[in-house]
């Protein structure tokens, strides 16, 4: 017979029973239970005083707080110059300033300008002008020093980059029994490490009773009071957990049993409910502004009832970004490379997720394979992160007068293992044969038909409407031998990102209603 074995699951699905909330207002209550355990890996004290910057509507927007490591080469040194116009920074090594001009820069009335706002005051000046770079200027914006600045450095990130050292506070929210090793909270927490402040909290989660729900309130209270001294320029909220199958209910734990030790039946709560009994003690107010990931199977995306209270959580407990994921049987540890592309363009780099998420998409092909990833993006939510280079040098910070949530739906597509986002069966549904595809129709012809090379049994797929194609690769680009240039060589075949955008309104509902809808 064929060899068999046994081995754990670790898609995030399964069925489960609906919990219900214990009579009364249990907004007042909030959760824990279980055996354990809120952990710090960074006990040390976050920098505090974040909260002093404020939008520049009254003046020109000026840095206050600075970045801890050169812009050039992501070091520290004994000597450190500070960008007058933006939180950059860069290094002695890096910026060579001549023994008889220490002097000179030191004084009250000088001011730093770092070569990538050099670079902006250029283009305000001109469309040709490219001028010497001095680095320190006067009051009046004429050079200190007697010859320019050199600068022994290279360009390795766009000049709109720095490097950030805004503290970042991970909250990694893992229900008991879930096995997290290697999640992507732990992989941003390590990639983190080089540059920024990373305070990781994992907190194991069974609000299955009430009686645990209760002990996870008092828990969160705990943790709230401990954190809300310390400012914060991000905080990564993870939520590890399954959904249920039929309603897309997110469990919350488990019953209780007599036999200790031993997990009775799941529970699963709407999504609502299931917000409401984690993000208990004030952890609800604390995380306002917050990135959110939810690492959860598709049925929370599937089911429309529980996508819609998803989206109304969003809007309620004014989560800035939300990922979620829409596979069946999610692997959350496939978002590996799509977490790292984050810290490194987000978290470290410092750009808005919206306008970096084609760099994050490319590295993400496989993830892309297992399921389409949506970006929830509340533009009216609260804002915690000091303004970005760009706002620096427009002199003020942005603010979006039109409220609304962007839905934006990235799926992979592949013109033969993915048409048009569509995963192909591995089996002919007539023939069963394995693998038995045949392209019919012309590459990215808006109907991709496939016929079995053994029955002739056919599947049409159709691209979606109103999607938009990004990040397109038609066959392998290569270099020309005769002129040099890029070429398109052999006939592979194309395949790239599908992105589906939907414009919502942004008003918060209340919780007690969408409760009440259930």
Known sequence: MARTKQTSGKSTGGPAKRGELPPGSFNCVTGHGGQKIIKSVNAKALPTGLDTIQSATEGTLKPQVWNLWCLLCRDGAPIMYECSYCPRSLCERCLVIPEESQKDIKSDDVFFRCPGC?????????????????????????????RPAVIHGRIELSSRSEICTIPVLILNFVLDSVDCLGSPACIMRDALHSYVPADYREIIFDVGTAHKAKQHAMSMAKLVTELEPHRVGRIEVFIHSHSETVRGDIWGGFKSTRTKGERGDPVAYTISDFFMLVLAGGMADYIKGATLWMLVCGYLVRETDAFNDFKDCIKHYQIQHAFVFNAERFHASLVGSFTMAYVERVLTQGFEVQDTM???????????????????????????????????????????????????????????QRPW???????????????????VTRSLTDEAQFACKNCGCSITYTRPKLSKIILFTNGYQGTSSVSGKLSKKGGGAGSGWLVLVAIEPAHQPSLDHVAADH
């Not at 994050?360 to 000091?386: C, D, F, P, Q």
């Not at 409220?403 to 033969?416: D, E, G, R």
């Not at 069966?425 to 038995?436: N, T």
């Open 118 to 146: 050099h670079e902006v005051h250029d283009k305000r000046a001109g469309k040709d002008v490219n001028t010497p770079y001095f680095g320190f200027e006067d009051v009046k914006g004429k050079p200190v020093l007697v």
């Open 358 to 416: 084609e760099e994050l998409l490319t590295v993400s092909r496989a993830l892309g394979m297992h399921t389409s990833i949506i970006h929830v993006h509340l533009t009216n939510a609260v804002r915690r992160r000091v303004p970005y280079v760009v706002e620096f040098n427009k002199g003020a910070m942005h603010v979006d007068d039109k409220a609304s949530m962007i839905l934006s739906t990235y799926t992979f597509f592949h013109q033969n």
């Open 421 to 439: 986002g569509n995963l192909l069966p591995y089996q002919c549904s007539r023939c069963y044969c394995a693998r038995p595809w045949n392209s």
